[in-house]
């Protein structure tokens, strides 16, 4: 007998990555020889590979799962559905092997009739990652970039001055923020599908993380500093080559200007006391003032988004949301508190949970952005279905499948279960 | 008169350590953002507790309710520090107003460019600010600057600016094949050259990598180059590159090895 294992419902080698999210998966029988009756039973277990992560099964998306599962297949080649996801994370791709294995008799050895490789894929702290991580990490960011004419120039063009509203200063900073951060994220995965978006904990020191090697040393008003042959040496956005920052605080502490994780999860359990993290003027907080902890593009709306360790920041933002979400559960939005105040109208256009937004929904009427929007739809992931090409802010919030495992974006934060 | 000039001027020089993070004694919302504004502008507050309130006000422009309703005044506060405010702070709102495509800004950084005498901020530190919004009439500027500059660090910023002004094509290529010129103003000019002209980089790149004499950061450079974006085809047929690929991947120091060898990789070497 042989069976083939699909994860994530999918053939493509592109859908093979887990989150701690249940993902849907199915075997069948490919070849029947063997077997006697209408089905045989037989057991999925996992092997670790050189990349490290483990995983738990389910015959359905619920509990906590086990490291075996027995089930049934059908001799005739039908599917057979059952469920997996992370446990704990991969640090290379693949990780982990998923066995198949049966007894031709009740008295055999159980024999092997099939394997997937797989990674369990989650967003790690930046300055966590291992050598491999960080280079894969950095190779996609510049080829993404490709010297300014990559893909990376929508993301860029996305976030300025003229299209602020979409993304500030209203309800959904944080939804929109979260869409933004997975279109890259998918993006780069296009490029190199092991990697997932790490984020830049501003409330911990993170001197590796601004190192010559990773993201670079501050230079004054300079390009940061690079190893030789780095790659974002021929970095470009705009018109200028390079990447500035230079930041205001010690590298071997924090910014005091920035709130911490514990008084960030303390601003109240519902949303709207919650977003105020957006800005606390004049106090600390964990956004605005972790961008101006900085000299450089970072330090202002229409410029931030040149810099990639943007896109770190924004990660930490997304992360806190999560931790929130998790701490007060805060994933079903016919809940008043998970969004707010939570009508299907009421706000500007684009901050209503039906709203689509903006770029991804192209539009272009007033009081929208007037430009056309850069970059197209939503970047389809290979894994999920979810948000969709043209995301809506309602789909923002169950990013893991907690209330329905169709609602799954397909990203995992490493301190955020399940 | 002239006291407080000569004081201005000892404190543009000696400007004190960072500190960011006084705390900032006012209200919440507009008023506070009005209070803040007032302190950021206030010759006689402290260097410390001005800083702290051009720091939460930028903080509150990522998305402050209220930040709108101010921001008028909070150019304007930004333009008055650019005249009168010691030289750390006036940096913040140069910068911070050149993000803005503050044409009052830019004027004022071009005129010190132009001339030494207006100059309010190192010319390297101009050319970065005048970055934010580099065009034709700022361009020359530039071109000129790098022309009369002998300061390495001002001549890698211009260079940095000129990856975007073909006019300087020329100029940028003879800068990278000068081995007289620092690494640090060559490897900008690998950059800006790539911007403007990838064959021309290319092609430079490939006959680099065989010079045993040049400067080990410059062949890392140029090797980077190839390996994101090498033509796959004149890669393939240039024997003498493809000999010097292989040796440097077996015997190079450990930086150029690795990147030798991830071109092996990448071009089947």
Partial sequence: ?418 | MKKSKAIKKAARKAAPAPDPVAKLDVAEGVEGMKQAIGIMTDPAAALAQRKAALNALQGASFGHPNFKEIRGEYVAGLRQVVDDAPQELLQDALEILSQEQDPYAEKKLVDGLRDDKKALVKPEDALHYLSYNLHAGVQGVVRNVFEQSKDDRVRQQAVRLMSSDPQAVKLIERTLKDKKESAEVRQTSAAALHALNPQALQKWAEKTALDKNENQEILAACLTAINQFGDEKTISKNTAFRKRISQMSKNAPPRLKQIAKGLSTKYGI
């Fill in chain 1, 1 to 418: 007998m042989n069976v083939d294992i699909q994860v994530n419902n999918s053939a493509s080698l592109t859908a093979r990555y887990l989150t701690w999210a249940w993902s849907p998966c199915r075997v069948r029988v490919t070849n029947p020889t063997g077997i006697t009756g209408p089905t045989a039973s037989v057991q999925l277990s996992q092997a670790a590979l050189g990349g490290a992560g483990s995983i738990r099964f389910s015959a359905t998306p619920t509990g906590a799962g086990a490291a075996t599962l027995t089930v049934n297949v059908a001799a005739g080649g039908a599917s057979t559905p059952f469920f997996v996801r992370g446990l704990t994370a991969s640090n290379a791709d693949p990780g982990v092997r998923i066995l198949t294995r049966w007894r031709p008799t009740p008295a055999a050895a159980l024999t092997q009739v099939g394997s997937v490789d797989l990674m369990v894929r989650i967003r790690k702290s930046a300055i966590s990652l291992n050598t491999g991580e960080r280079t894969r990490l950095i190779n996609a960011f510049a080829q993404l970039n490709n010297q300014g004419m990559g893909r990376f120039a929508d993301f860029r063009a996305a976030h300025v001055f003229e299209s602020q509203d979409e993304a500030h200063g209203f309800p959904a900073f944080l939804p929109w923020h979260r869409a933004y951060i997975l279109d890259l994220e998918r993006e780069l995965q296009i490029i190199e599908p092991s990697v997932a978006l790490p984020y830049w904990r501003c409330d911990q020191a993170a001197a590796a993380l601004f190192t010559p090697s990773y993201f670079g040393r501050g230079n004054n008003t300079s390009s940061v500093i690079l190893d030789p042959g780095h790659p974002f040496l021929f970095w470009k956005t705009d018109n200028d080559v390079g990447i500035v920052r230079q930041p205001g605080f010690n590298i071997n502490g924090v910014s005091p200007q920035v709130l911490s994780q514990a008084l960030t999860l303390a601003l109240g359990p519902s949303f709207a006391q919650f977003r105020t993290l957006e800005s606390k003027f004049p106090n600390p907080d964990p956004h605005g003032m972790a961008h101006t902890s900085f000299a450089g593009p970072i330090r202002a709306i229409r410029t931030a988004a040149k810099d990639p360790l943007f896109f770190l920041l924004h990660c930490n933002v997304d992360r806190l949301w999560a931790v929130w979400q998790r701490q007060n559960g805060r994933y079903n939005i016919a809940d008043g508190d998970t969004y707010q105040p939570a009508p299907l109208a009421g706000h500007r256009i684009g901050h209503n949970l039906g709203d689509t937004m903006w770029p991804w929904n192209g539009n272009v009427t007033f009081p929208r952005p007037s430009s056309p929007p850069p970059g197209g739809t939503m970047a389809p992931s290979p894994c999920v279905e979810k948000p969709g090409l043209q995301p809506q802010v309602q789909q923002c919030f169950d990013y893991q499948g907690t209330i329905n495992i169709a609602n799954n974006l397909g990203f995992s934060y490493d301190d955020v279960p399940l």
